[in-house]
């Protein structure tokens, strides 16, 4: 997480290089026995940026650091405090960014191995002249992410977090124009190269320079769309494939199946294909649109992000998901707006992932760095964990699909429609957030990087499937949609609507039971749940006050619940309970199948839970 800048000062870099070079390559000794497991991984894992102290992680009760030690390679002073957290019980996972230069000393090697234009001038991280922005093709660069991975790996720590994994920003070096031509004398016959792109010469062929002669300097800019695609899917087989061998030459240089996560930001499509490899996520979001401010699907501070949680349990429910700021965030965030951290936390709590807590956390374009006081947070973070049957084995109640398609949105029929169907995808799923419609994500992969098909069975959980704009669906999944249909299921084609505004009014127009309904305005988001013997809401606040620094209460909030077919509400009491407050016990009115209830007042965040 682009700690560029601060790196360079910590040019503690290596404390000694003799110490490193007596180091590198070898396991240091632990002072007592140490046991690797992969046993703790789990949803509720809350990961602390940097190297906090003891005292802050025990405050929280955090599982333990991420994008912490190593970023320079291995050294004393990091490898002190992985033994000190290991004494303690909490886990440390090395920081391995795959783009940044600054984590080598090695002048030679970044000039030599930056990418460079399609004018062959070198391309510098984030735009910063001399931070150079490394390319993921070249031998060179290559040889050394593999010798510090493996140097990190035999460090100690409990899991490595790859940063950059999707190799921004692209690079027409001569290694990258080869590694295409690879790439297209596996996939394509000479017939077809010929019919297909042109090429009649592949051994003479090079893109940078067809492109240049077409007067283009990007990928987006070659009139040959079979020719782009091509050149798209080279980009991310190639990527997949070098994160995949990363992986596993840690694994072999730990001598055990050590766990790796990676930053993918944003769960974009271009880094959803890196998921499968992975054992848990940890990764980056945009949150607010002051800062995005073309990312439509957002709103201002604090955000809605009920559809990026959904997507990532659709996309793999068995994985653990811990989002955090973009780093841009930072530079807008006072650490007096602590409630902020408290809001972003229970929504991702509330959806099934985790969000992670900043320490001294790098700010990009600041002078200074980030830090959350615990006794700010802790609150939160111990009703979480006095209340798992509110979070843990519990069957959301929702009617309506949200269909994604990851074709359609890495790829597509023609690669300028790829960012339309994302956005769309995104903007449905807020709209569905804003008007209390309860929903849930269906992920359909694509076959090659995420082999995740769409079923049937799934699909008949609900009562309506959602597909947004710009979609490129297969046949197989057109047929499935219509069995899906003419099984008495509905499927809604945004591209059939006028503009997605019609999305909400199209749905309210069927009276069909959603299973929820409420008098609140957009201010306030709510999912349900069923237990296994309960039936319980989550009530989360947006209206934040940007001067108070604090949300600004909702009053009297009415909330109609279906109640699932086989649950009584008989013998049971209706609470409120929440971390800002006591306990509260509430009067409701069951009638017709169905409960009402009315919450005098919420703060940030409350559960209502009949039990």
């Excluded at 994008?67 to 000190?84: A, L, R």
Aim: glycine share 8%; charged share 20%.
């Amino acid at each position: 997480m682009k700690k560029i800048l601060s790196a360079v000062a910590i040019s503690i870099v290596v404390l000694l290089s003799t110490v490193l070079v007596l180091h590198l390559g070898q396991k240091p000794s632990e002072e007592s026995p140490y046991l690797f497991t992969r046993d703790w991984i789990g949803k509720g894992n809350l990961w602390v940026f940097d190297q906090p102290p003891l005292a802050y992680l025990r405050e929280l009760g955090a599982t333990g650091t991420a994008f912490s030690v190593y970023y320079h390679g291995f050294n004393e002073y990091d490898w002190d405090y992985v033994k000190t957290l290991h004494r303690h019980g909490f886990k440390v996972t090395a920081n391995l960014p795959l783009g940044q230069g600054t984590t080598t000393e090695n002048m030679q090697l970044r000039e030599e191995a930056a990418k460079r234009d399609i004018h062959n001038n070198p391309i510098f991280l984030l735009g910063l002249e001399g931070l150079y922005n490394m390319c993921g093709n070249h031998p060179l660069w290559r040889e050394f992410l593999m010798n510090r991975i493996a140097e990190q790996a035999r460090g100690g720590v409990d899991g490595i977090l790859l940063d950059e994994p999707g190799d921004l920003g692209d690079c027409f070096c001569d290694h990258c124009m080869q590694a295409f031509n690879h790439y297209l004398a596996d996939h394509y016959s000479p017939g077809e190269l010929q019919h297909l792109f042109g090429i009649a010469d592949l051994s003479s062929f090079n893109y940078r320079e067809y492109l240049l002669a077409h007067g283009g300097s990007h990928w987006w800019d070659d009139p040959n769309q079979q020719l782009q695609t091509a050149y798209l899917q080279f980009r991310y087989s190639e990527r997949v494939k070098f994160i995949g061998e990363l992986i596993q030459h840690a694994r072999q240089a730990a001598g055990w199946e050590l766990p790796v996560t990676a930053n993918v930001y944003g769960l974009e499509p271009n880094h959803q294909i890196f998921v499968p490899l992975l054992d848990f996520v940890i990764f980056e979001m945009p949150l607010t649109l002051e800062v995005h401010p073309n990312m439509p699907h957002l709103r201002p501070r604090p955000g809605k992000h009920f559809t990026t949680y959904l997507l990532a349990e659709a996309l793999d429910p068995e994985k653990s998901f811990s989002a955090f700021p973009d780093v841009f965030e930072l530079l807008h965030l006072s650490e007096d707006e602590w409630w902020l951290w408290r809001q972003w936390l229970a929504e991702a709590r509330a959806l099934g992932a985790s969000f992670m807590i900043p320490y001294q956390a790098y700010v990009y374009g600041g002078e200074r760095s980030y830090t959350l006081p615990a006794d700010r947070i802790s609150p939160y973070i111990r009703f979480f964990a006095e209340h798992p049957q509110y979070y843990e084995n519990l069957e959301r109640i929702a009617k309506i699909a949200l269909l994604y398609d990851l074709h359609s949105t890495l790829i597509n029929q023609y690669t300028w429609r790829t960012c339309p169907a994302w956005e769309s995808f995104e903007n449905l799923g807020l709209m569905l957030q804003e008007a209390h419609l309860p929903f849930e994500v269906v992920y359909r992969g694509d076959g090659k990087f995420v082999k995740k098909p769409l079923t049937l069975e799934g699909l008949e959980k609900y009562s309506v499937v959602v597909v947004p704009r710009y979609y490129d669906l297969d046949q197989d999944t057109l047929n499935l949609l219509q069995q899906y249909s003419a099984g008495g299921g509905l499927v809604l084609k945004c591209d059939d609507l006028a503009d997605d505004s019609q999305l909400i009014p199209t749905l309210k127009g069927l009276k069909i039971d959603f299973g929820l309904e409420t008098n609140a305005s957009q201010d306030l988001s709510l999912v349900a749940y069923r237990g296994k013997d309960s039936l319980l809401v989550h009530l989360i606040n947006y209206r934040y006050n940007r001067q108070a620094l604090d949300f600004s209460d909702l009053t009297n909030i009415r909330v109609t619940l279906t109640l699932p077919e086989g649950l009584t509400l008989e013998g049971k009491t209706l609470k409120i309970l929440s971390p800002d407050e006591g306990e509260l016990t509430l009067d409701f009115i069951p009638e017709g199948g169905r409960v009402t209830f009315t919450l005098p007042r919420l703060h940030c965040y409350s559960v209502a839970s009949f039990e």
